[in-house]
């Protein structure tokens, strides 16, 4: 049985993205199999631009900029929008499993989680704290960006730390507004976040932030720390299989979606989840939903839960839509974080709404 008093942790140095990411799904796989210990592991990236495991990266990021400056693109095994990182940023990530936490309400897991972040941070010499849903704030101002995700009884949080972030840089990697790329915009960006070297006048040396956020964590679950400078073999071997996979295009690309093609029609949806994306293809003559992709910064678990919903929803008559939809849900054994069926819906009658066939579709649930 694991040890539920012990927190190893474990830094991994600064790396590409590709192998940061494989290191993801090699520690979560082995936690959840019952090889890995409960974990703290610190973290650091090369200039890297990011997906959430459902986004499209045409979508999401302006690709040409980041060939041009040498940033790696790559996927994530977790849901989430598209973020930049690079060696300005402290990434660490929590390994637990329900029993260690007491608690399966993801809300509940950030509260405490972030609350020990953010003593943690504040004992380096800055006043944070925990603000609702995920994030940890000085004077009002983003200094750290978290998240969570379940895998079986294994949970994984995570969590960004800026020593010395350049937010220009952020917002022209990402595939936002021009306008939001005006000298006016990025001072107003710059402005909703806190760096750790401007707040404390220098730069803080990596292991002391760690120390102190180590501390706050060890504090925080009533666990003894033991430090480590390696993986296991059963780490290694996962490592090196996610590897293999996840450095490749096949799944940096995998849900890209051609919303260049003509005809289909798109639909924007602010779920509590997150952003949701719809492209939909639609037989006119015939009054069917040809194919759909779905995309955005959301979280559910399986994996292929969206990809098989597609798939599922292919030729579907567009009266049938909602009916179609729940009946997969009842089929399927989904986890799904602050999200429902209707919001899958909801998103395919916002892209349905954007033609004169079914208006009724538009919103609501149909007579």
């Keep these: 049985m694991r040890d539920q008093k012990t927190l190893r942790v474990i830094d991994t140095g600064l790396r590409r993205a590709t192998e940061n990411l494989a290191l993801n799904r090699a520690l979560l796989e082995s936690h959840q199999e019952g090889t890995s210990p409960h974990t703290l592991r610190f973290l650091r990236f ?90 940890i704030e000085v004077d009002g101002r983003k200094i750290s960006g978290t998240g969570g995700a379940f895998d079986g009884d294994s949970i994984l949080y995570q969590g960004t730390l800026l020593i010395d972030f350049d937010v220009e840089r952020m917002l022209r990697v990402l595939r936002i507004p021009a306008e939001k790329l005006s000298d006016k915009a990025i001072s107003s960006a710059r402005d909703r976040v806190a760096n750790l070297k401007d707040l404390l006048g220098d730069l803080p040396p990596f292991d002391r932030v760690q120390q102190s956020l180590a501390a706050s964590f060890a504090e925080a679950f009533g666990v003894g720390l033991e430090w480590s400078d390696a993986l296991n073999e059963a780490e290694e071997r996962k490592f090196a299989e996610a590897l293999a996979e996840m450095d490749t295009p096949e799944w940096i690309y995998q849900h890209d979606r051609p919303l260049s093609e003509a005809g289909l029609l798109e639909g924007l949806h602010k779920s509590p989840g997150g952003l949701m994306r719809a492209a939909l293809a639609l037989d006119h003559a015939r009054d069917r939903i040809k194919q759909v992709w779905i995309t955005g910064d959301f979280f559910v678990k399986p994996g292929r839960t969206v990809v098989d ?43 349905l709404a954007k033609t004169t066939v079914a208006p009724g579709l538009a919103g609501g649930r149909p007579a």
């Design 309 to 351: 919903l597609e798939a599922s929803l292919r030729d579907t008559p567009v009266g049938e839509l909602e009916t179609n939809i729940h009946r997969f849900f009842d089929r399927n054994a989904v986890e799904m974080l602050m999200l429902t069926p209707d919001d899958f819906l909801t998103v395919l009658r916002n892209a």
């Design 46 to 135: 090369h200039p890297s631009a990011l997906v959430g495991f459902h986004q499209s990266v045409g979508q999401e990021l302006r690709t040409d900029y980041c060939v041009e400056q040498g940033i790696e693109i790559q996927r994530r095994i977790t849901g989430g929008g598209a973020i930049y990182f690079d060696e300005t940023q402290i990434g660490w990530e929590l390994y637990l499993d329900k029993r260690f936490l007491g608690t399966a309400e993801m809300p509940l897991i950030a509260e405490r989680i972030c609350n020990a972040a953010a003593r943690g941070i504040s004992s380096l010499g800055v006043d944070a704290r925990f603000r609702p849903r995920n994030d």
